[in-house]
């Protein structure tokens, strides 16, 4: 069964960039699905950060795309996230899941069907 | 517009029925874009409750069920259990965000 475990700064100070990786275990990144960011503010709803497939084609909100990168690292079987330019606004927990279905109901069907625990991240100064 | 709509809470007693509603529009359930729920129990991560509208995950309850017509969807409980208790969001495509748009969830209590 495929593990995602997200990992990086628990603390990031205004203006700099929140940098996290999500290491995926028992399930190849290479293989025929898409991988995701998701944040979550304390005491609010989901928001989708970015999507990739491990080809590097990537997916991003437009609310945060000026702002936002997704990378892929095949031999590490691990994705990333940067996120620059922070403000208090980014505090969140932020989430890495798998984006399955897409095989059968291309990319406009995923759905998050694996989610690391999570990573709280807070910016203050 | 990107924004799927639901009601912040809703409660039920214990074996009850109860549904959760999701509104989109054109933009994403509307042009037939699969919705999908998830549950998200206190201080967890969310898991995928249904997917494709309609289908339950191995491991799901066949007591959760979902539906969808035209621009909206519905999250269905029945025999509510306290173990229900949790937080449940819709999701489905935009073609605005051209990527995954959430609802903004909705808080179960079950009394």
């Known amino acids: 069964q495929v593990q995602l475990r997200e990992s990086g700064p628990g603390l990031v100070k205004p203006s700099e960039t929140l940098s996290l990786t999500c290491a995926v275990s028992a399930y190849s990144i290479s293989s025929n699905y898409y991988w995701g960011w998701i944040r979550q503010p304390p005491g609010k709803g989901l928001e989708w950060i970015a999507t990739i497939f491990h080809s590097g084609s990537t997916y991003y909100n437009p609310s945060l795309k000026s702002r936002v990168t997704i990378s892929v690292d095949t031999s590490k079987n691990q994705f990333s996230l940067n996120l620059n330019s922070v403000t208090a606004a980014d505090t969140a927990v932020y989430y890495c899941?798998?984006?399955?279905?897409?095989?059968?109901?291309?990319?406009?069907?995923?759905?998050?069907?694996?989610w690391g625990q999570g990573a709280l991240v807070t910016v203050s100064s | 517009q990107s924004v799927l709509t639901q009601p912040p809470s809703v409660s039920g007693a214990p074996g009850q029925r109860v549904t959760i509603s999701c509104t989109g529009s054109t933009s994403n359930i509307g042009t037939g874009f699969d919705v999908q729920w998830y549950q998200q129990l206190p201080g967890t991560a969310p898991k995928l409750l249904i997917y494709?509208?309609?289908n339950r995950p191995s491991g799901v309850p066949d007591r959760f069920s979902g539906s969808k017509s035209g621009t909206s969807a519905s999250l269905a409980i029945t025999g509510l259990q306290a173990e229900d208790e949790a937080d449940y969001y819709c999701?489905?495509?935009?073609?605005?965000?051209?990527?995954?748009?959430f609802g903004g969830g909705t808080k179960l209590t079950v009394l």
């Open positions: 494709g509208n309609n």
């Open positions: 899941a798998r984006l399955g279905g897409t095989l059968l109901r291309g990319f406009t069907g995923g759905y998050f069907d694996s």
């Open positions: 999701q489905s495509y935009d073609t605005s965000l051209s990527g995954s748009l």
